[in-house]
């Protein structure tokens, strides 16, 4: 699809930087995600995505708004609690962008789900709560060989890579584990740092679909926002890994 007029004038501040243009934009209207979750991390990343343009996206998120929703979960609203989430993440993104061919399914992924949830777009936005959904969504994006954002928070810290099957560590590369002071879903979250965290996130899926600037592939960018400390490091591949060791 070319760009039209329209596209040009809802997307000409981000073209006017310097190496991306409308070859860029081009590429990313004919590009597609998939964002799980859409909360206080992956809400932020599907929005961004929405409004730079992109094509199409899909939204994996199940369950109703809670009370405890509201101080990170920027897709929702107050009077929405008790309502299912899909539904107002629906309403929210094309609210932003009718243009969007937009596909929000009311489950969280799982083994059972991962692979059809990544069979149909050109990258996964990782923003799920579990390690559970994260190790499946890893699973699934290395068995079809597409990229992957992972994207992670807890309290005041961020952690955010690129994977590349085959070329960069895997999540089961890097966390060959569950840690055993995970504790789950409950976590403290303070939503200024999960919308950061969701946000650089869109930022990366957009180089990786244009091919725009350095993603960060092979390299985990952490930092803690209660210093303003950031760090970024190299990755190595487990040879070993039951997920990837295979690929060359």
Request: aromatic content about 6%; glycine content about 10%.
């Given at each position: 699809?070319?760009?039209?007029?329209?596209d040009?004038?809802?997307?000409v501040?981000?073209?006017?930087?310097?190496?991306?243009?409308?070859?860029?934009?081009?590429?990313?209207?004919?590009?597609?995600?998939?964002?799980?979750?859409?909360?206080?991390?992956?809400?932020?990343t599907?929005?961004?995505?929405?409004?730079?343009?992109?094509?199409?996206?899909?939204?994996?998120?199940?369950?109703?708004?809670?009370?405890?929703?509201?101080?990170?979960?920027?897709?929702?609203?107050?009077?929405?609690?008790?309502?299912?989430?899909?539904?107002?993440?629906?309403?929210?993104?094309?609210?932003?962008?009718?243009?969007?061919?937009?596909?929000?399914?009311?489950?969280?992924?799982?083994?059972?789900?991962?692979?059809?949830?990544?069979?149909?777009?050109?990258?996964?936005?990782?923003?799920?709560?579990?390690?559970?959904?994260?190790?499946?969504?890893?699973?699934?994006?290395?068995?079809?060989?597409?990229p992957?954002?992972?994207?992670?928070?807890?309290?005041?810290?961020?952690?955010?890579?690129?994977?590349?099957p085959?070329q960069?560590?895997?999540?089961?590369?890097?966390?060959?584990?569950?840690?055993?002071?995970?504790?789950?879903?409950?976590?403290?979250?303070?939503?200024?740092?999960?919308?950061?965290?969701?946000?650089?996130?869109?930022?990366?899926?957009?180089?990786?679909?244009?091919?725009?600037?350095?993603?960060?592939?092979?390299?985990?960018?952490?930092?803690?926002?209660?210093?303003?400390?950031?760090?970024?490091?190299?990755?190595?591949?487990?040879?070993?890994?039951?997920?990837?060791?295979?690929?060359?």
């Amino acid at each position: 699809m070319e760009l039209t007029d329209l596209d040009r004038a809802k997307y000409v501040r981000q073209m006017m930087i310097p190496g991306f243009g409308e070859e860029a934009q081009r590429k990313l209207k004919n590009s597609s995600a998939l964002v799980t979750r859409a909360g206080g991390l992956g809400g932020p990343t599907a929005l961004w995505l929405a409004c730079a343009g992109i094509g199409r996206l899909k939204v994996a998120h199940g369950g109703n708004l809670t009370y405890s929703n509201l101080n990170r979960q920027i897709l929702m609203a107050a009077d929405w609690v008790g309502k299912p989430r899909a539904d107002k993440i629906r309403e929210t993104l094309l609210r932003m962008n009718p243009d969007l061919d937009l596909t929000v399914i009311p489950e969280d992924a799982h083994e059972g789900n991962a692979a059809e949830l990544v069979a149909d777009v050109d990258i996964v936005c990782d923003c799920p709560p579990t390690f559970a959904e994260r190790y499946a969504l890893n699973a699934a994006i290395v068995a079809r060989g597409i990229p992957m954002v992972e994207a992670a928070m807890n309290s005041m810290e961020g952690h955010l890579t690129v994977i590349l099957p085959g070329q960069t560590p895997c999540l089961r590369c890097i966390y060959p584990e569950v840690s055993e002071w995970w504790s789950g879903t409950s976590f403290p979250v303070l939503g200024a740092v999960s919308g950061t965290v969701g946000s650089l996130a869109a930022v990366e899926a957009i180089k990786v679909l244009t091919g725009f600037g350095q993603p960060l592939a092979g390299q985990m960018l952490t930092f803690d926002t209660e210093t303003q400390e950031f760090r970024k490091f190299k990755l190595a591949r487990w040879p070993e890994c039951p997920v990837c060791g295979h690929l060359q």
